[in-house]
């Protein structure tokens, strides 16, 4: 008989979002957008699925719709270390698998969150496990907004990146392929909603801060709301570098190396603490990617690569209404109850 994986997901669901109040107690498709999140967690067969506020609004809201929810700390900048509270307090011992879910990622299919935590549980020499998708159109790979990453031969992350990585100096030869995504133990107890692109990262601690908790910011296109929180050049030369660096991306477009880092973290509970605890890194602050920070203090990150990126979060009222109107036209692909 096959074993079961066991795992945890931890929702961070702060109310002060400032680019959309409230957004994870706002209607959606006649639930609170929160509630949509806790169901595709719970569709995805984690054994434990905890939402950590940090208002006793958001607390109440889900112990209406039957969720465990914990109340942390209001000084937490970030759903990381939300999740590190929650894992602490509940006495998750150093081994356990825990998936870092945001709060405002309504269509996340379940069995992305299932794999990302397989990932890690089938690796015992990762202290973290992503995912990530190919990208196959140059703008994207040039927009700072879009995370790039860039893995060894094992499928462990080298680095990640705003910049357009890898860079092609010449002609490539075949692409190269990379470990794919280990199959659950269990099948997700859901299907997915639709298939979608999603966000990246943290904060950079309170030292420095970024723009919303739990991520630095999500990528424009391919299905992620543009987070315009990067600048346009700001000067005529600059944007004349750009329009040259425009023009050379259609000879250097890396096809086969290009991947865009998909912001769903698995963590051992061992590695969550030791991270939680570690003071930015240079890289980090310079980049404002935080899993920047594990690289720099030699955490292993195992990548896994999926097909096409997840479904649009919601960052703003148009993604709202956006999700909404996806919601309508496919209502029998939301994630269940459980």
Not at 31 to 56: H, M, N, Y
Request: net charge neutral.
């Amino acid at each position: 008989m096959t074993r079961e994986m066991d795992f945890k997901v931890v929702i961070p669901a702060r109310l002060g979002s400032t680019r959309l109040p409230r957004k994870v107690l706002l209607p959606l498709a006649g639930k609170p957008l929160l509630q949509w999140v806790w169901e595709a967690a719970r569709a995805s067969g984690a054994g434990e699925v905890i939402v950590a506020t940090d208002a006793a609004e958001v607390l109440d809201a889900c112990r209406a719709f039957g969720a465990d929810a914990r109340l942390t700390a209001a000084s937490h900048q970030s759903g990381t270390d939300r999740a590190d509270e929650v894992a602490r307090g509940a006495g998750w011992d150093a081994a356990t698998v825990v998936v870092n879910l945001q709060g405002d990622e309504p269509l996340m299919p379940p069995e992305l969150v299932r794999s990302a935590a397989a990932l890690l549980a089938g690796d015992a020499a990762a202290d973290i496990a992503t995912l990530c998708h190919p990208l196959h159109d140059p703008a994207e790979w040039l927009n700072p907004n879009v995370v790039k990453l860039v893995m060894d031969a094992a499928g462990y992350a080298l680095y990640f990146s705003r910049a357009p990585i890898p860079w092609r100096r010449a002609a490539a030869a075949a692409p190269p392929t990379f470990p794919p995504l280990p199959h659950p133990t269990t099948r997700s107890a859901g299907g997915s909603p639709l298939s979608r692109g999603a966000g990246e990262g943290r904060r950079s601690a309170a030292k420095p801060p970024v723009p919303a908790e739990g991520r630095a910011t999500r990528g424009a296109g391919g299905g992620v709301r543009a987070a315009e929180l990067i600048p346009g050049p700001p000067d005529a030369a600059l944007s004349g570098a750009a329009e040259g660096l425009r023009a050379a991306a259609e000879h250097a477009f890396p096809q086969g190396l290009a991947f865009r880092h998909i912001g769903l973290y698995a963590y051992r509970v061992g590695a969550l603490r030791r991270f939680s605890a570690l003071p930015p890194a240079p890289l980090e602050q310079c980049e404002m990617l935080e899993q920047l920070r594990a690289l720099a203090h030699g955490l292993r990150i195992r990548v896994g690569v999926t097909g096409a990126p997840p479904p649009r979060g919601v960052d703003t009222q148009d993604d709202l209404a956006a999700v909404a109107a996806l919601l309508s036209q496919s209502p029998a692909s939301a994630p269940p109850p459980g």
